[in-house]
């Protein structure tokens, strides 16, 4: 096995582990291979193991990565910041956008969505810890969005996404994920479709699942360190 199938199934394996620590059925996290600045062979021997759900952020590094790998059914996922003059193509090769913030956005890939395909999946990007810095709608403006987005029936609105602020304790960690999970019941009861709470990255996997995460965005895990970041 390669190096990086086992580093697959070792998250996989710790993703089962942290279900049955949290008192959750397994199989109900979903692991999202956040594959940006690697290479389209690394990704297809992910595939191999397995693996179909993949994140990247930067549009034209995916786009050469799809179009290498178009020979498998893999399941693409944006999670960057969105500019509106990428969506048409946002709209025509992703599954999955988890960085949906403005209404603007959603209506343009709403209207390039091709109709006879399945509706795009989007979930709504929140600063659940209010940084100046950072994307994503606030809290008290989701309602306000949800409403405006839920008539659109190219997009499938699927849940949340969130980014903690960077915490130092865990504590402060684990009250970033829970007012999410709070959040995420809430938005049960306007849109009682929704099933996905996109949070937990490789420093904080256990806690966001824990804490009620359905999807875990793992990248330097398992394919190693980008630009040597820390995280
Ligand atoms: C890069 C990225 C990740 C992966 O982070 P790691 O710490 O490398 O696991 C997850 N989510 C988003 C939105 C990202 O941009």
């Not at 944006?78 to 209506?107: E, M």
Request: aromatic share 4%.
């Amino acid at each position: 096995m390669t190096e990086i199938k086992k580093r697959l199934s070792d998250i996989v394996q710790q993703i089962c582990e942290a279900e049955v620590q949290a008192g959750r059925p397994q199989g109900n996290v979903r692991l999202l291979a956040v594959s940006k600045t690697w290479p389209a062979d690394m990704l297809r021997q992910l595939a191999e193991a397995g693996q179909q759900a993949f994140g990247e952020n930067y549009l034209q590094e995916a786009l050469a990565k799809i179009a290498q790998l178009d020979d498998l059914a893999l399941e693409w996922h944006f999670i960057g910041p969105i500019q509106s003059n990428k969506t048409r193509d946002i709209a025509k090769h992703f599954h999955w956008i988890h960085s949906i913030d403005r209404l603007k956005i959603a209506q343009r890939l709403n209207d390039q969505r091709e109709p006879n395909e399945a509706p795009l999946n989007i979930c709504i990007q929140v600063n659940i810890d209010q940084e100046d810095t950072k994307s994503g709608i606030a809290a008290d403006e989701l309602d306000s969005l949800v409403t405006a987005i839920l008539p659109l029936q190219h997009l499938k609105l699927r849940g949340l996404m969130i980014i903690p602020a960077p915490h130092n304790s865990e504590d402060q960690q684990r009250q970033s994920f829970h007012k999410a999970r709070e959040l995420f019941e809430q938005l049960k009861t306007l849109a009682p479709d929704v099933d996905t709470l996109s949070m937990g990255m490789s420093g904080d996997m256990q806690l966001a699942i824990q804490e009620g995460s359905t999807m875990v965005r793992i990248g330097t895990a398992l394919f190693g360190s980008r630009n040597r970041q820390t995280r």
